[in-house]
């Protein structure tokens, strides 16, 4: 499809387990970010990368967080020794450009439950 | 941190009446986005303003922005069942990306 693509679309994982959840952007788009989504909430910025640089970690809320983009194409957000409170949807955008604050272009999230 | 703050929190209507939410934030913006969110999906990009823009137009809806009052709104006209969502404000600032408020829940009654 011409659209973000995010897998698994649902994760249930015991606490203290790691996690890997991977985000297939929309081919050539510079820019990749990934966002956290409580329930009834707005996305919170996680960390942002412009091809494969991370720019921008300052939402990523503890070490156990840990994302990567190698290739500048496909990203993963890896989440180590989870707990409850990691529980949430985790959405990915791309953006065809390396200009900050134009339009995203969002996948459908990864819901992660932690048990 | 979120930096948007949608007014109100839920609103509920009959189709083919209008629509409107809000949009308060703290500090100086380059510019502002709103979107789309349909349960269980991802956000969707509607309409982007800029700051030295007042209004913008786009089908059936109407975005206005004014800064000295660190404000947007978001009309949505003759609306339908199918604008059934949850609507966020994005602001876009100099040096970070953008940070998204907690969304405005609209429902349409058919």
């Known amino acids: 499809g011409a659209g973000v693509s995010q897998s698994p679309r649902y994760k249930v994982a015991k606490r203290g387990q790691d996690v890997a959840l991977r985000c297939d952007p929309i081919?050539?788009?510079?820019?990749l970010f990934w966002y956290q989504q409580a329930l009834g909430q707005g996305p919170e910025f996680l960390t942002y990368?412009?091809?494969?640089?991370?720019?921008?970690k300052s939402g990523l809320p503890s070490d156990r967080f840990f994302a990567e983009r190698p290739e500048g194409s496909v990203s993963t957000l890896k989440i180590q020794r989870t707990q409850q409170e990691d529980s949430a949807v985790y959405l990915c955008?791309?953006?065809?450009?390396?200009?900050?604050?134009?339009?995203?272009?969002f996948g459908d999230g990864t819901r992660l439950s932690i048990l | 941190s979120q930096q948007g703050e949608e007014d109100p929190q839920a609103l509920s209507i009959q189709e083919g009446e209008n629509a409107t939410m809000n949009c308060s934030y703290k500090?100086?913006?380059?510019?502002l986005q709103w979107y789309r969110q349909n349960s269980g999906r991802g956000l969707v990009h509607l309409i982007l303003?800029?700051?030295?823009?007042r209004e913008k137009h786009s089908g059936r809806l109407r975005v206005t922005l004014d800064t000295s009052k660190k404000s947007s709104s978001l009309l949505i006209t003759a609306s339908r069942a199918a604008d059934t969502a949850s609507y966020f404000c994005?602001?876009?600032?100099?040096?970070?990306?953008?940070?998204f408020g907690a969304g405005t829940r609209l429902t349409v009654k058919p």
């Open positions: 081919s050539g788009h510079v820019s």
């Open positions: 303003i800029r700051s030295n823009e």
């Open positions: 500090t100086s913006i380059n510019n």
């Open positions: 990368f412009q091809n494969e640089a991370q720019l921008d």
């Open positions: 994005a602001t876009g600032h100099v040096n970070n990306d953008m940070r």
């Open positions: 955008a791309s953006s065809s450009t390396g200009v900050l604050n134009q339009p995203q272009h």
